[in-house]
């Protein structure tokens, strides 16, 4: 008899006792099965946890225990916000920020959900059959809220956790249900749609028509539309209003590489997504098996039952955030004096009001309940947003249709990838689940193949749609931000979104009319569109609210095209070879080369701009610099002050962008631009302000700034110089002491390569480190090692699993 990798898995064995957990009630109960939850975890060195069960309930059940046991905190605030708890437990003017693009009060944050949740939505797509999820991950789901509460059960409650971050806390409560988990998945979903205007939803209310100081132009006497006003934002501040900075983009890079260009004549992939340090999007690491059925292993977000970033034995795959919008604003004419009533082709339609009580603790500790009044149309919720050209004025009011509140497919789509056989199986099982929310995807399978495709949830608002329906305001956010604004007179007709007949539901584009490309080369993407996978053959046709076409790419894109291009070429200096191997793959992450440099570099461009910006001991600096983001590089900040000022400045470049040549343009900085030498010469004065050596090692400035993090140098750099390992301090305040304190990007990176006779090597760091609990060990060794440039062996077959095992235990329940 076949002996099964359950057993084989326990080396030592810690049996934590029955748990018996608080079920959900409705759709989604959470009743375990008769015979309970069994599942064997064990982790290997820096805590990754490998969690083997004969079930999908039980498999979820040891996930759910796992992940508590690294990051409960993380998970019990992700419960109490999609509960529109916030401002009960931590008052309602405390900001939260996910790190990503929601930014609002607790307040603001529980208005929105608590609605959410009392027009029970996720109920409602539970029941879907078409727009819910399937049998296995509701079994998955209902398990992994299970194991939550049996972590918190088995040390008492929230007085016995280890972290003091949310120890003793009240809001930590062993109660989460699969309908929680349910909405933190759909949360996330609406992560780059309705999360980006919290605050422009909550607060949204009529305009005062008796005031005539508010802004706007006066009433209309009959029903138009409002015209954009004269000075509008830059393309730049309205793409940072719309959760879109291109200077702090919401990115990663992955490169895929088939047998045409490897040294094993199969595939390997890169991927390296670019996620926050702080706060609730943390990736964590964990290997799923069920024998004979389903063995995955990678990253998933915290609060994600499935591997969103991994690999099985024949198919590894990353994600890099896509430039497709999720939604469109709907823009609705108002009857004169009549702020609340907007025409359709109907009549007059009355906004539906939405009613909402949040309690809201005090200073002093007592509690009262806070009402507040939503708005919605049919399409969506109203806001009033007019720094993004999107008011409730006197003529007319917008609402948001979201493509991605319209499903809760994502984790059926990531739990079938995982089971794919090559890339060709992976892109099928993601169409047939619909449920990408917002990511491209890259892809190489053991047989050789790279795969880059967007076929995310996409609202099906083709071109000629565009042209027919967009308001005047659209026509200007479409030229400026390529956001297609439609006519909500006719949304219930002519303008609303179509359908196409292999869309696995209505209004969103199908497989057939979203991109992709598989090649036996390699393919690539750092967040730019889907315009150009591999220079040899751009991808053009589709619908512009995918993205652009025919446009420049960044220089981390650029970057990201070199390093594959140098190493075919034997340019790198990694090996002798012209292919890429597996070493050579790995050691492209931690290459640090900063591409912006390489480019103003080039004919002593810098040089010159220093020297006229009287640069003095800073410009023998950078002349001697390495070029690289490396902890012992001398110059890196010098350089990076200076781009952070420079890349936007008008005629940068001498050379313009050339669609016939991407690759190398533009280029030739332009030393003879005023703006360029100011940019230098205010650089230099803020680091000498801040008393920054010039020639202060990269390392004693950029350091780790996760919570609770010791000062760790880091390596890697700012994307928009052109660091493809990209790092970024976007919350100063959290570590005032500290000049570059990392709080995002570079996270979850995995190296994967097929071999030979089925086997695989995969290498992995997860940047921040396993555990969130900032007294435990695991919560900085990987950051030493990702510092160090090394990385993680990730043990992947049953044998490997038993090396490396630090220790087995099972967790078992009902």
Same mark, same amino acid.
Request: glycine share 10%; charged share 20%; aromatic share 8%.
């Given at each position: 008899?076949?002996?099964?990798?359950?057993a084989?898995?326990?080396?030592?064995?810690?049996?934590?006792?029955g748990?018996v957990?608080?079920?959900?009630?409705?759709?989604?109960?959470?009743?375990?099965?008769?015979?309970g939850?069994?599942?064997?975890i064990t982790?290997?060195? $820096?805590?990754?946890?490998?969690?083997?069960?004969?079930?999908?309930?039980?498999?979820?059940?040891?996930?759910?225990?796992?992940?508590?046991?690294?990051?409960?905190c993380?998970?019990?605030?992700?419960?109490?916000?999609?509960?529109?708890?916030?401002?009960?437990y931590?008052?309602?003017?405390?900001?939260y920020?996910?790190?990503?693009?929601?930014?609002?009060?607790?307040l603001?944050?529980?208005?929105?959900?608590?609605?959410?949740?009392?027009?029970?939505?996720v109920?409602?797509?539970?029941?879907?059959p078409?727009?819910?999820?399937?049998?296995?991950?509701?079994s998955?789901?209902?398990?992994?809220?299970?194991?939550?509460?049996?972590?918190?059960?088995?040390?008492?409650?929230?007085r016995g956790?280890?972290?003091?971050?949310?120890?003793?806390?009240?809001?930590?409560?062993?109660?989460?249900?699969?309908l929680?988990?349910?909405?933190?998945?759909?949360?996330?979903?609406?992560?780059?749609?309705?999360?980006?205007?919290?605050?422009?939803?909550?607060? !949204?209310?009529?305009?005062?028509?008796?005031?005539?100081?508010?802004?706007?132009?006066?009433?209309?006497?009959?029903?138009?539309?409002?015209?954009?006003?004269?000075?509008?934002?830059?393309?730049?501040?309205?793409?940072?209003?719309?959760?879109?900075?291109?200077?702090s983009?919401?990115?990663?890079?992955?490169?895929?590489?088939g047998?045409?260009?490897t040294?094993?004549?199969?595939?390997?992939?890169?991927?390296?997504?670019?996620f926050?340090?702080?706060?609730?999007?943390?990736?964590?690491?964990?290997?799923?098996?069920?024998p004979?059925r389903?063995?995955?292993?990678g990253?998933?977000?915290?609060?994600?039952?499935?591997?969103?970033?991994?690999?099985?034995?024949n198919?590894?795959?990353?994600?890099?955030?896509?430039?497709?919008?999720?939604?469109?604003?709907?823009e609705?004419?108002?009857? #004169?004096?009549? #702020?609340?009533?907007?025409?359709?082709?109907?009549g007059?339609?009355?906004?539906?009001?939405?009613?909402v009580?949040?309690?809201?603790?005090?200073?002093?500790?007592?509690?009262?309940?806070?009402t507040?009044?939503?708005?919605?149309?049919?399409?969506?919720?109203?806001?009033d947003?007019?720094?993004?050209?999107m008011?409730?004025?006197?003529?007319?009011?917008?609402?948001?249709?979201?493509?991605?509140?319209?499903?809760?497919?994502?984790?059926?789509?990531f739990?079938?990838?995982?089971?794919a056989?090559?890339?060709?199986?992976?892109?099928?099982?993601?169409d047939r689940?619909?449920?990408?929310?917002?990511v491209?995807?890259?892809?190489?399978?053991?047989?050789?193949?790279?795969?880059? !495709?967007?076929?995310?949830?996409?609202?099906?608002?083709?071109?000629?749609?565009?042209?027919?329906c967009?308001?005047?305001?659209?026509v200007?956010?479409?030229?400026?931000?390529?956001?297609?604004?439609?006519d909500?007179t006719r949304?219930?007709?002519?303008?609303a979104?179509?359908?196409?007949a292999?869309?696995?539901?209505?209004?969103?584009?199908?497989?057939?009319?979203?991109?992709?490309?598989?090649?036996?080369?390699?393919?690539?993407?750092?967040?730019?569109?889907?315009?150009?996978p591999?220079?040899?053959?751009?991808?053009?046709?589709?619908?512009?609210?995918?993205?652009?076409?025919?446009?420049?790419?960044?220089?981390?894109?650029?970057?990201?095209?070199?390093?594959?291009?140098?190493r %075919?070429?034997?340019?790198?200096?990694?090996a002798?070879? $012209?292919?890429?191997?597996?070493t050579?793959?790995? !050691?492209?992450?931690?290459?640090?080369?900063?591409?912006?440099a390489?480019?103003?570099?080039?004919?002593?461009d810098?040089?010159?701009?220093?020297?006229?910006?009287?640069?003095?001991?800073?410009?023998?600096?950078?002349?001697?610099?390495?070029? $690289?983001?490396?902890?012992?590089?001398r110059?890196?900040?010098?350089?990076?002050?200076f781009?952070?000022?420079?890349q936007?400045?008008?005629?940068?470049?001498?050379?313009?962008?050339?669609?016939?040549?991407?690759?190398?343009?533009?280029?030739?900085?332009?030393?003879?631009?005023?703006l360029?030498?100011?940019?230098?010469?205010?650089a %230099?004065?803020?680091?000498?302000?801040?008393?920054?050596?010039?020639?202060?090692r990269?390392?004693?400035?950029?350091?780790?700034?996760?919570?609770?993090?010791?000062?760790?140098?880091?390596?890697?750099?700012?994307?928009f110089?052109?660091?493809?390992?990209?790092?970024?301090?976007?919350?100063?305040?959290?570590?005032?002491?500290?000049?570059?304190?990392?709080?995002?990007?570079?996270?979850?990176?995995?190296?994967v390569?097929?071999?030979?006779?089925?086997?695989l090597?995969a290498?992995?760091?997860?940047?921040?480190?396993e555990s969130?609990?900032?007294?435990?060990a695991?919560?900085?060794?990987?950051?030493?090692?990702?510092?160090?440039?090394?990385?993680?062996?990730?043990?992947?077959?049953?044998?490997?699993v038993?090396?490396?095992?630090?220790?087995?235990?099972?967790?078992?329940?009902?």
């Amino acid at each position: 008899m076949r002996r099964s990798r359950t057993a084989a898995a326990l080396l030592t064995l810690a049996l934590v006792p029955g748990l018996v957990t608080l079920a959900s009630a409705g759709a989604s109960s959470g009743a375990a099965p008769a015979d309970g939850y069994r599942a064997t975890i064990t982790r290997t060195q $820096h805590g990754i946890p490998h969690i083997v069960a004969d079930d999908f309930g039980s498999l979820g059940y040891g996930e759910g225990f796992a992940t508590a046991e690294t990051s409960i905190c993380n998970l019990a605030d992700t419960v109490l916000t999609v509960r529109g708890q916030r401002s009960q437990y931590l008052g309602p003017d405390r900001h939260y920020r996910d790190g990503v693009t929601l930014d609002a009060t607790n307040l603001q944050t529980d208005t929105l959900f608590t609605d959410i949740r009392n027009r029970r939505v996720v109920q409602r797509l539970l029941a879907d059959p078409r727009r819910g999820p399937g049998r296995q991950t509701r079994s998955l789901v209902r398990g992994y809220a299970a194991g939550v509460n049996a972590y918190l059960r088995s040390v008492g409650g929230s007085r016995g956790i280890h972290d003091p971050e949310c120890r003793g806390k009240p809001w930590v409560q062993a109660n989460a249900t699969p309908l929680d988990i349910w909405y933190a998945v759909y949360a996330a979903n609406l992560l780059a749609s309705t999360g980006v205007f919290v605050p422009q939803i909550a607060d !949204a209310s009529p305009r005062d028509l008796t005031n005539p100081t508010d802004g706007l132009p006066a009433a209309p006497s009959a029903p138009g539309f409002a015209q954009p006003p004269t000075q509008t934002p830059s393309r730049k501040q309205l793409l940072t209003r719309l959760g879109r900075d291109p200077d702090s983009p919401f990115g990663s890079n992955a490169t895929a590489v088939g047998s045409g260009a490897t040294t094993t004549r199969k595939g390997m992939l890169l991927g390296n997504p670019h996620f926050p340090w702080r706060g609730r999007y943390r990736f964590t690491q964990f290997h799923l098996t069920v024998p004979g059925r389903y063995d995955v292993a990678g990253a998933g977000l915290i609060g994600s039952p499935v591997v969103n970033i991994g690999w099985n034995n024949n198919v590894a795959w990353s994600h890099t955030v896509s430039t497709a919008y999720r939604f469109t604003p709907y823009e609705y004419r108002l009857v #004169p004096g009549r #702020p609340t009533t907007y025409l359709t082709e109907d009549g007059p339609t009355e906004l539906t009001q939405r009613v909402v009580h949040v309690r809201v603790k005090h200073p002093d500790g007592t509690t009262t309940t806070v009402t507040r009044t939503l708005y919605r149309t049919h399409e969506g919720y109203v806001l009033d947003a007019p720094d993004v050209l999107m008011p409730w004025s006197h003529a007319s009011v917008f609402a948001l249709r979201d493509a991605n509140a319209e499903h809760l497919r994502t984790v059926d789509t990531f739990f079938q990838m995982a089971k794919a056989h090559d890339v060709g199986s992976l892109l099928r099982a993601q169409d047939r689940g619909a449920g990408m929310p917002w990511v491209n995807t890259i892809a190489a399978d053991r047989d050789g193949h790279a795969l880059y !495709a967007d076929h995310s949830v996409v609202p099906n608002v083709p071109d000629d749609l565009v042209q027919q329906c967009s308001t005047p305001t659209g026509v200007v956010l479409e030229q400026l931000a390529g956001l297609p604004a439609l006519d909500g007179t006719r949304a219930r007709s002519g303008c609303a979104w179509r359908t196409d007949a292999d869309a696995e539901r209505p209004g969103i584009f199908g497989p057939s009319h979203l991109p992709r490309e598989v090649r036996r080369d390699w393919v690539a993407n750092a967040n730019d569109s889907y315009w150009l996978p591999n220079p040899k053959q751009p991808l053009e046709g589709y619908p512009g609210i995918i993205g652009c076409e025919r446009c420049e790419r960044t220089l981390r894109t650029r970057m990201v095209y070199r390093y594959v291009l140098d190493r %075919l070429a034997g340019t790198d200096g990694l090996a002798a070879h $012209h292919r890429v191997s597996p070493t050579t793959l790995a !050691a492209t992450e931690h290459q640090n080369r900063v591409y912006g440099a390489e480019v103003a570099r080039a004919g002593g461009d810098l040089d010159t701009v220093c020297r006229l910006a009287n640069g003095g001991s800073a410009c023998d600096v950078l002349h001697g610099w390495d070029g $690289h983001s490396d902890i012992d590089s001398r110059g890196t900040h010098v350089f990076q002050e200076f781009w952070k000022r420079a890349q936007n400045v008008p005629g940068l470049w001498q050379v313009p962008f050339d669609a016939a040549d991407p690759v190398n343009t533009p280029r030739d900085l332009n030393q003879a631009n005023p703006l360029v030498v100011k940019a230098m010469r205010d650089a %230099l004065d803020y680091l000498h302000g801040r008393g920054i050596a010039d020639d202060a090692r990269w390392g004693t400035l950029q350091v780790a700034g996760d919570d609770g993090a010791p000062p760790i140098p880091i390596g890697g750099g700012e994307g928009f110089a052109g660091n493809v390992n990209a790092v970024s301090s976007r919350d100063p305040a959290a570590n005032p002491d500290r000049p570059y304190a990392v709080s995002y990007g570079s996270s979850h990176i995995q190296a994967v390569a097929f071999l030979p006779d089925r086997r695989l090597v995969a290498r992995t760091i997860l940047t921040y480190s396993e555990s969130m609990d900032r007294t435990a060990a695991t919560s900085s060794d990987q950051t030493r090692l990702f510092s160090q440039e090394r990385w993680v062996r990730f043990p992947w077959t049953p044998a490997q699993v038993r090396r490396d095992a630090v220790r087995t235990y099972v967790v078992s329940g009902r």
